[in-house]
Every structure is written in C-alpha cells, then in structure tokens.
T-cell receptor, first 107, second 115 residues
C-alpha cells in the first residue's frame, strides 16, 4: 500500500477549465508539498502546507489534517500548466511521494 | 541564485560500468538526498545525508554508493551491481533544524540510460 495516493492519474482539460487534483495520505506528517515536474524532468516546489489553504497566482492548495487529504486547484488552466503534479508528505524524518498526476491542457 | 545543480542531464553508459552522478548545492543546506523515479512509480529514496561525512541508506540503496565529503556535494555512484540502473535520478536538499526538514529543493535530474 502506498503511503500517498493521488487521483486522477491522468487528466486532460480544455484551456480555461478549473482543475482539481487530489491527494490522500496515511502517515502522520509535519508538512505536505505539491510539486510540479515538467517534461524535461526538473521538479519545482509549488506549495508547502501544514494546515489550511495557500494561494499563488492561479494555483490554490488546501489541506485537511483530520481527513489526511489535500487538493491542488488550478483556475483558468492554460497549456503551460501541462506537467506532472506530485504530492509529497514529510513525516519529519523522510518524504513519501505520490505517483503523480499527468495534466494536459489543450488550447 | 542559490540552487541545486545536477550534471549531466542525460547520461549513457554500457552495462557493467560504474557511473557517478553529480549533485552540488549552494543553499547551505544540511541534508541532501538521492531519489530514483521510474515510470508509473513515485520517487523512491536511495540514500540521504544529514551532515558531512555521514549518510544513511534509503529504501532502495542496493547497487548504489554515495559520499559526503563536503556540505555542498553529494555524488551518487551507480555500480554494476544495480540490476536495473536505467531511470531518472533526482537530487534534493533541505535545511535541518530540531530534527525536521524544511526548505526542500530539488535538482533538475539526470536521466541515465544503460545499454
């Protein structure tokens, strides 16, 4: 069983659509991260959350510690948002990673 | 700008050869990590180091070796003992304080292909 589960695995959206990616985890965490991986492979950290909600531009991340669940939302999606989005949880000692959600936004 | 540099971006090696992947950071981070990514799987921890001259095995350390002689550098050697070395390798670093990691930063990765 994976400590971190993401859904969906693959997502195709039309430009402008509102997108939600979900992450559930089964371990106690000190923080949860949302990462973005572009086709070249490099990974960028989008958010680090330990409670509540964070917003950066068109990206919003929320976390519910009691339910062990987080969501990443993208408003007004754009083709440049096409990437793999990875949920990762930090237990304080190590990270566990989801398998990623591959997002394709079509113009 | 501070960051992590992994080199090279793409690497090809013949089966049976050892190969060393470079990871350098100028963030003054205490901890450094190596992860492996295979298609359809999450990142898996190979080795990590919390301080200079000390490192610990991760979940899939067999066939790999590391060194941490300097705070800035954490090279990974993929040895001939690694059964399936073809993969994408990611280096990361973080600050450590009071037993917790923060400021986690990733490199751009090295794609290793063994032929």
């Amino acid at each position: 069983k994976n400590e971190v589960e993401q859904s969906p695995q693959n997502l195709t959206a039309q430009e402008g659509e509102f997108i939600t990616i979900n992450c559930s985890y089964s371990v106690g965490i000190s923080a949860l991260h949302w990462l973005q991986q572009h086709p070249g492979g490099g990974i960028v950290s989008l958010f680090m959350l330990s409670s509540g909600k964070k917003k950066h531009g068109r990206l919003i991340a929320t976390i519910n510690i009691q339910e062990k669940h987080s969501s990443l939302h993208i408003t007004a999606s754009h083709p440049r948002d096409s990437a793999v989005y990875i949920c990762a949880v930090n237990t304080g000692n190590q990270f566990y990673f989801g398998t990623g959600t591959s997002l394709t936004v079509i113009p | 700008d501070g960051g992590i540099t992994q080199s090279p971006k793409y690497l090809f090696r013949k089966e049976g050869q050892n190969v060393t992947l470079s990871c350098e950071q100028n963030l003054n981070h205490d901890a450094m990590y190596w992860y492996r990514q295979d298609p359809g799987q999450g990142l898996r921890l190979i080795y990590y180091s919390q301080i200079v001259n000390d490192f610990q095995k991760g979940d899939i350390a067999e066939g790999y070796s590391v060194s941490r002689e300097k705070k800035e550098s954490f090279p990974l050697t993929v040895t001939s003992a690694q059964k399936n070395p073809t993969a994408f390798y990611l280096c990361a670093s973080s600050k450590r304080q009071r037993g917790r990691s923060y400021g986690y930063t990733f490199g751009s990765g090295t794609r290793l292909t063994v032929v």
